[in-house]
């Protein structure tokens, strides 16, 4: 790196005619970023030479959630220390950054997936780059009032956006039916950590062809004359703000189109300007991750971009199918993509053709396979008016991989079995990871420090698998310092909730976190009650060695989903009763923070002790939250689920602490019939727990448990026509999670113990780095070169 400071003055005199210490810090922001983009620029062509020169992939994702971007950039270029002195001796504190919101282009743990693999593929010099839409509004910006939700829209480039390059002169043009757009890329760069390759984000942005209808507008139609613009950037407005729900509209569908036909034409150009018009080898040079069903589209749009060129169907098809692999993230039946055959044909008529061709392909191979009628009545990618595109991913692609071993297993057990049964060589498990740059060393130098005294080198940032040697520094020196640094990361977090939320956190309790999109499956309402339960024993005298305990929620809920908003209005009502009962108060303490994301996430995970992971079993795919709190090492208090198994075989089941019914038990009770209203006959403890949303103890909005909460009351214990009650089996793993959170609250009180079960965890987190699971992905899917 050249002379930073040199550069940034003559950025601000030329930019703003200021110096550097009168810029506002959202014109720091973008002079800073400015020349960090200049400096990188070299390295940046070469690496995208580079790749150009191999075979490559790519992430197709309708999800980016990268978080901010200036700390993570000069951290990994290793100079986010000197650039912080320097600042500091103009008298400004690096911290002004916090100001710049961060571009939220996910929703959660699917986009920060996304965002995690890219840094581990530029780390480990993996040539892949991510494809995905630049929204105009990302994820919206939550408040809560009156402990109810409130969404506001998140106009992230208000404060501009000095990462990303607009190239004009790559601009596509993408068609529906009614419909044809520019798309316009905007590249992002990514850096490496510890070497000079830097791979590239390219996010789509919609625009007119004909910006403004002139004739229109001397027509006096004023509206008519900026139609097509409006329409056109429609298409990358906003992100739908749903995680695990699956949102069928026509717009959702013109956005999935858009990107990938416009990525698909940007690598075929690129290939073209190799190889000219042979495209019989790209598959070989080529390969496509689509991220969940989201790019789907991309394979036929291959096909007939491929058709295009003059190739014949079967080989284009043939093409595609090598090109392009499949990962799933969920099993929720309201999350599996199905197209109505009347709407795509209305948008994309074409794409819809081929895919019908794909779909009449795919029974001719499996009646040659001798797959009997019903079998592959089940495996049909059209089925009456549906497009299931999880099964249109399954045959089109070459692999197919779940994001943790238990889920892979239901895939193929389960989901996905008749496919399993016809092509079992495709399956494949992947189990997520997490980028250690930005979920350590970035978040909490203090555990970096001391990870790094221990391991004798910082090479734990570019190879987890270090951490390992901290299985032998388990002695009481280490286990005090590790606690100390906890407790000073928990003094942080209560500094900046205050600061952001106005809550008075007590750093010296326990910090019991739960943050998460909220949704039943992953069922924060459990641990709502079994806050309530513990406030009932607290108040009875039944807990006399209860360690005082901070529960800290964050969630966004969907905005149309009713339950979920009702779930935190419920929490917010146990928050305003505990913390203010003097019985209790100085025992619980509850908190809601508002506007959970990323930068809220790298406050959070550090100061954590105990990680709350508590979906139904078999359902939460894989999770990441919980990967980040155990790197920086709290003890995870989940279910049998998703890499919660991971975890508790890594770092020992003894370190953990699991409740509840596995996957079998579940199972096993839908079959033999499942009772809730029964169990919570048997149980007076957990009836008045579950009363509370009807009895009159809470209010939501006036109703004295008469609204919303009736409306979760009912769901429980009686269900609705379109589920059974207690669909999520809350009131079966109820008493052992109680039990369970008990036991963990008196095991705190042991330091040393306790410390030792944290420090475990992040020993044994070295698997869980996304660099691990990236260079599986290179290995095993898509056969790329990497360091
Ligand atoms: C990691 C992360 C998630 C995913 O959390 P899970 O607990 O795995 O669902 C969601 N949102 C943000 C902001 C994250 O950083």
Excluded at 82 to 108: C, M, P, R, S, Y
Excluded at 311 to 340: P, Q
Excluded at 747 to 775: H, P, Q, T, W
Aim: charged share 25%.
């Amino acid at each position: 790196m050249g002379n930073i400071m040199e550069k940034l003055e003559i950025t601000a005199q030329e930019a703003y005619c200021k110096k550097v210490e009168e810029l506002t810090p959202s014109e720091l922001h973008l002079a800073l970023g400015k020349v960090v983009m200049g400096e990188i620029a070299p390295n940046w062509a070469k690496s995208k030479a580079k790749h150009n020169s191999e075979r490559r992939a790519y992430y197709f994702s309708a999800e980016f959630l990268m978080g901010r971007m200036m700390y993570n950039n000069l951290y990994c270029l290793g100079i986010l220390d000197e650039v912080t002195k320097l600042l500091k001796k103009k008298g400004i504190d690096i911290n002004v950054f916090e100001e710049i919101d961060d571009a939220a282009l996910g929703n959660g743990g699917l986009g920060r997936l996304a965002a995690c693999y890219l840094d581990s593929a530029a780390t480990q010099e993996v040539p892949l780059d991510g494809y995905g839409i630049r929204y105009k509004y990302g994820l919206f910006k939550q408040l809560i009032k009156d402990g109810y939700q409130v969404e506001i829209a998140d106009n992230w480039q208000r404060f501009k956006d000095p990462w990303c390059v607009r190239r004009e002169d790559e601009a596509v043009t993408v068609s529906f039916k009614d419909q044809t757009v520019k798309a316009v890329p905007y590249d992002m760069a990514v850096i490496g950590c510890k070497t000079d390759n830097i791979n590239t984000l390219r996010l789509w942005q919609a625009e007119a062809v004909n910006e403004f209808d002139f004739t229109a507008f001397n027509n006096t139609e004023y509206d008519r004359a900026v139609k097509e613009k409006n329409d056109a950037e429609n298409i990358s407005k906003v992100l739908y703000p749903n995680d695990n729900k699956y949102e069928g509209k026509v717009l959702r569908l013109k956005q999935q189109y858009f990107f990938c036909s416009a990525s698909l034409q940007d690598i075929m150009r690129r290939y073209k300007a190799k190889h000219g018009t042979d495209f019989s080898h790209f598959a070989e040079e080529n390969a496509i991750q689509l991220n969940d069903t989201h790019p789907v589209s991309c394979v036929p749009e291959l096909v007939r971009l491929l058709q295009l060129e003059g190739m014949g169907f079967d080989e284009a098809f043939e093409i595609a199918r090598k090109t392009c692999s499949y990962t799933n993230h969920t099993v929720l039946s309201e999350a599996l993509e199905k197209w109505s055959a009347d709407l795509m044909t209305q948008v994309i008529p074409e794409i819809y053709d081929i895919i019908c061709l794909i779909a009449n392909k795919c029974q001719e191979e499996l009646i040659a396979k001798g797959i009997n009628n019903e079998m592959r009545a089940k495996m049909r990618i059209i089925d009456g008016n549906a497009v299931h595109m999880a099964r249109l991913a399954t045959y089109a692609g070459t692999y197919v991989n779940g994001v943790a071993q238990l889920h892979t297993e239901i895939l193929k057990a389960d989901l996905l079995k008749e496919w399993y049964q016809v092509y079992p060589e495709r399956f494949l498990n992947k189990t997520n990871g997490i980028t250690q740059r930005r979920w350590l060393g970035l978040c909490n130098p203090e555990l970096s420090e001391l990870i790094t005294d221990k391991v004798g080198s910082d090479d734990w940032l570019i190879d987890l698998s270090k951490l390992s040697v901290l299985n032998d520094c388990l002695d009481a020196r280490t286990i005090n310092k590790f606690n100390k640094i906890k407790a000073k990361k928990k003094v942080q977090l209560a500094e900046y909730i205050k600061k952001m939320d106005g809550f008075d956190v007590n750093p010296d309790t326990i910090f019991d976190v739960q943050v998460k999109r909220l949704h039943e499956y992953k069922r924060q309402l459990i641990n709502a009650f079994s806050i309530m339960a513990i406030y009932f024993r607290i108040k009875e005298g039944k807990l006399p060695n209860w360690t005082p305990t901070t529960f800290i929620f964050g969630a966004k809920a969907a905005p149309g989903y009713a339950r979920a908003k009702a779930i935190i209005k419920y929490i917010t009502e146990i928050a305003n009763l505990v913390n203010n009962d003097p019985d209790t108060k100085d025992k619980l303490q509850v908190y809601f923070i508002s506007n959970y994301n990323v930068s809220y996430a790298e406050k959070i995970v550090v100061a954590a002790d105990i990680s709350e992971q508590t979906s139904t079993a078999g359902l939460e795919a894989s999770g990441t939250g919980n990967m980040k709190f155990m790197l920086n090492g709290a003890v995870t208090l989940g279910t049998w689920d998703g890499a919660n198994i991971e975890i508790a075989e890594c770092a020992g089941v003894e370190n953990e602490y699991i409740f509840g019914a596995r996957v079998e038990d579940i199972d096993r009770l839908k079959k033999e019939g499942y009772n809730p209203a029964g169990l919570l006959e048997q149980n007076p403890e957990l009836k008045r727990v579950i009363n509370t949303l009807i009895d009159g103890t809470f209010d939501d909005d006036g109703a004295q448990g008469e609204g919303s909460f009736r409306e979760l009351h009912h769901a429980l214990t009686k269900g609705t026509h379109w589920h059974d009650p207690d669909h999520y089996f809350l009131i079966q793993d109820l008493p052992d999670y109680i039990e369970t959170k008990i036991r963990a609250n008196a095991d705190y009180a042991d330091r040393k113990e306790f410390g030792k079960k944290c420090l475990l965890n992040v020993a044994n987190a070295g698997k869980f780095s996304s660099d691990r699971a990236i260079l599986e992905y290179a290995n095993e899917i898509w056969h790329v070169s990497h360091k």
